[in-house]
């Protein structure tokens, strides 16, 4: 019950901030005063900085909603921060004219089109380098055609190789490539609340969105509080983060309210493009099996923080007795 108030009282907080943002600038600063505790000024304490990334834009969306619907959804969302995006493209899931269609509705708003493999494949024990390698490479076809299309690239289920010479020679590849690495700093499973979510409307057609749009929020929330402390604890200073989430059809619809939900918290949206020029970026953690959040490579690096350390980081393992109580 604590768990669905804190939930409803974020969401609420969430649809004041949006309220908030239309005001005039001079009334926005006298209703930041009012809000502020009388010891902190809002200018001496800089907000933590987030991009969006989306990955695995879809046109098979089930039979919630149709591509086109959640599109056209989503963009309007993004748009409504005035920020850029990173969209990270896998391409069997794209590879026909609609998608192609899909595509360039992105790149015509000005959104990084980047790399996320044709076939999604796991860089584990099962799949060899140079299957991996090849995979990559057919992406680049499908990426292609637009103006926008960013050399970088993001390992499926962010995994970069279950052994230090696979690790090592797919980094080569990327580097003699071009390439950077579209490192997420919080990961989280919004993928599995989507999941959740259809499988009811499987069930019960007329289920309520909210309860799945509030856990959502909580997350969400919950993993940027985590890896932030996480990269303060291991770097000494704040990052600009990278949020990961995915083009699925509870995102469709709640993306507004997870937006606010995050400056109601004190976040401040910006391009992808800026946060990916953050020297973080630039690291190579070397540790095997190698990938998942870039913050939680870096702390496992340090050999320091393994009581903080989960493996993997995020899995639908963590949500779904959390799920399962709340009856979602
Ligand atoms: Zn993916």
């Not at 020679?169 to 993928?191: C, M, N, P, Q």
């Not at 402390?229 to 995102?251: C, E, F, K, S, W």
Request: positive net charge; hydrophobic residues 40%.
């Amino acid at each position: 019950m604590r768990r669905r108030k804190f939930i409803s009282a974020v969401v609420k907080t969430a649809s004041a901030a949006a309220c908030i943002q239309v005001f005039p600038p001079s009334l926005h600063s006298l209703v930041v005063q009012q809000s502020a505790t009388p010891n902190v000024s809002p200018s001496s304490s800089p907000k933590p900085q987030l991009a969006l990334t989306l990955d695995d834009p879809t046109l098979s969306l089930g039979s919630v909603l149709r591509w086109q619907e959640a599109n056209g959804r989503i963009l309007k969302a993004i748009s409504a921060k005035n920020v850029r995006i990173a969209l990270f493209v896998c391409g069997m899931r794209v590879d026909e004219a609609d998608g192609a269609r899909m595509l360039a509705a992105w790149d015509q708003a000005g959104h990084s089109i980047c790399n996320h493999s044709y076939s999604h494949k796991y860089y584990g024990e099962q799949t060899s380098y140079s299957d991996f390698a090849v995979d990559f490479l057919k992406d680049e076809r499908v990426i292609a055609p637009y103006h926008n299309r960013t050399a970088i690239f993001r390992y499926p289920f962010l995994k970069e190789g279950d052994t230090a010479e696979k690790r090592d020679r797919f980094r080569a590849l990327l580097k003699e490539r071009g390439y950077r690495v579209g490192h997420v700093t919080i990961d989280a499973s919004d993928w599995y609340v989507s999941q959740r979510f259809v499988d009811r409307l499987g069930k019960q057609p007329n289920a309520p969105i909210a309860p799945y749009r509030d856990y959502l929020i909580a997350h969400l929330l919950d993993r940027a509080t985590f890896y932030r402390q996480l990269a303060l604890d291991v770097l000494g200073r704040d990052i600009r983060h990278t949020l990961l989430m995915h083009y699925n059809p509870l995102n469709a619809f709640v993306l507004p309210d997870v937006m606010n939900a995050f400056e109601a918290a004190g976040w401040q949206w910006i391009d992808a493009s800026l946060a990916f020029e953050d020297p973080v970026f630039r690291s190579q953690p070397q540790t095997v099996p190698a990938g998942e959040s870039l913050v939680w490579a870096l702390a496992k690096e340090t050999g320091r923080f393994g009581d903080r350390l989960r493996y993997p980081g995020e899995d639908d393992v963590y949500e779904k007795p959390k799920m399962d109580v709340l009856g979602l």
